[in-house]
């Protein structure tokens, strides 16, 4: 984990929109917390907190993706919650040690914004904003949760690993990035052996290339139809239970005579509706 050099003086304008919670936030709430946050580099597998070692800060991705793993007793690792720029690594925070994740590791390497997890306790309880986004995203994890159950349960390892594939570069913003076997099978939850098939059938689909742990997405809209109906229900979950209303959106909780407009290039049109296929091959979908 190294700082980002030269990151912070323009952070406040340029993370604004590459974080979909802190896009959420209200303009007050936003200015008060980035002030607060720094940038940082993660490295592919790099371990970012772990039972033994209490989580010291909270994590809001902008290009890298985490992921809580679960340790089982015998040492076999799953996935637990994979988060990138559309949400946030620490919620545990607000609670106990008790709820601590057994590791959070660096499942695709790039840059976060991290906080202090006694500044963050406090914001979260100060700020309007982000109490209600926080609630919501947690919300939202309990019904994507239920909605990943399903998901293995009912539908095959290819529409899955089509499924993630496409989440990942949604986080990323890119169509290329590094995996190794390992994480995939942990990542969907079978053996490495069914990783390798899976991804095989994939490329001569020529959906992906898949080479010494580079995997790039070459037919973006093959891959969305290829996907288990989960990739876009996801999606239309996240916009539905992330969205504040406005009132909210502009205050703050003993605050509101210092109510601030609003940005007109924030947020997204959350509503939208979301687009089937991409415009070309190779495109990439509107972040989740
Ligand atoms: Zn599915």
Same mark, same amino acid.
């Given at each position: 984990?190294?700082?980002?050099?030269?990151?912070?003086?323009?952070?406040?304008?340029?993370?604004?929109?590459?974080?979909?919670? /802190?896009?959420?936030?209200?303009?007050?709430?936003?200015?008060?917390?980035?002030? #607060?946050?720094?940038?940082?580099? /993660?490295?592919?597998?790099?371990?970012?907190?772990?039972?033994?070692?209490?989580?010291?800060?909270?994590?809001?991705? *902008?290009?890298?993706?985490?992921?809580?793993?679960?340790? *089982?007793?015998?040492? #076999?690792?799953?996935?637990?919650?994979?988060?990138?720029?559309?949400?946030?690594?620490?919620?545990?925070?607000? &609670?106990?040690?008790?709820?601590?994740?057994?590791?959070?590791?660096?499942?695709?390497?790039?840059?976060?914004?991290?906080?202090?997890?006694?500044?963050?306790?406090?914001?979260?309880?100060?700020?309007?904003?982000?109490?209600?986004?926080?609630?919501?995203?947690?919300? %939202?994890?309990?019904? $994507?949760?239920?909605?990943?159950?399903?998901?293995?349960?009912?539908?095959?390892?290819?529409?899955?690993?089509?499924?993630?594939?496409?989440?990942?570069?949604?986080?990323?913003?890119?169509? $290329?990035?590094?995996?190794?076997?390992?994480?995939?099978?942990?990542? *969907?939850?079978?053996?490495?052996?069914?990783?390798? &098939?899976?991804?095989?059938?994939?490329?001569?689909?020529?959906?992906?290339?898949?080479? $010494?742990? @580079?995997? &790039?997405?070459?037919?973006?809209?093959?891959?969305?139809?290829?996907?288990?109906?989960?990739?876009?229900?996801?999606?239309? *979950?996240?916009?539905? &239970?992330?969205?504040?209303?406005?009132?909210? @959106?502009?205050?703050?909780?003993?605050?509101?005579?210092?109510?601030?407009?609003?940005?007109?290039?924030?947020?997204?049109? %959350?509503?939208?509706?979301?687009?089937?296929?991409?415009? @070309? $091959?190779?495109?990439?979908?509107?972040?989740?």
């Amino acid at each position: 984990m190294r700082p980002c050099q030269g990151r912070q003086a323009d952070m406040k304008q340029r993370e604004r929109v590459r974080n979909r919670l /802190l896009n959420g936030l209200s303009e007050s709430d936003y200015q008060r917390i980035a002030s #607060d946050m720094e940038a940082v580099e /993660l490295a592919l597998g790099e371990v970012v907190a772990h039972r033994a070692s209490p989580l010291e800060w909270a994590f809001f991705p *902008l290009t890298a993706v985490l992921c809580t793993m679960t340790v *089982l007793s015998d040492g #076999d690792t799953m996935e637990g919650c994979a988060v990138g720029n559309e949400g946030m690594e620490g919620l545990c925070l607000l &609670t106990d040690e008790l709820s601590e994740p057994d590791r959070i590791t660096v499942l695709v390497k790039g840059e976060v914004l991290r906080i202090r997890a006694a500044t963050f306790r406090r914001q979260a309880k100060e700020r309007l904003s982000m109490s209600q986004l926080l609630t919501r995203y947690l919300l %939202f994890l309990a019904r $994507r949760g239920a909605h990943n159950a399903a998901c293995i349960q009912h539908h095959a390892i290819e529409e899955r690993m089509c499924r993630w594939l496409l989440e990942t570069a949604d986080r990323n913003g890119q169509d $290329r990035f590094h995996f190794t076997q390992e994480s995939l099978s942990q990542m *969907l939850g079978v053996r490495r052996q069914s990783v390798n &098939t899976a991804a095989r059938h994939l490329q001569q689909a020529g959906l992906i290339t898949y080479h $010494r742990s @580079k995997l &790039t997405i070459v037919d973006r809209c093959g891959l969305e139809e290829a996907s288990c109906e989960c990739y876009r229900s996801n999606r239309v *979950l996240y916009e539905q &239970t992330i969205t504040l209303p406005n009132d909210t @959106k502009r205050g703050d909780i003993g605050d509101e005579a210092r109510q601030e407009r609003v940005p007109a290039t924030f947020p997204h049109s %959350f509503m939208r509706k979301i687009p089937r296929r991409v415009p @070309k $091959r190779g495109g990439s979908m509107p972040p989740v």
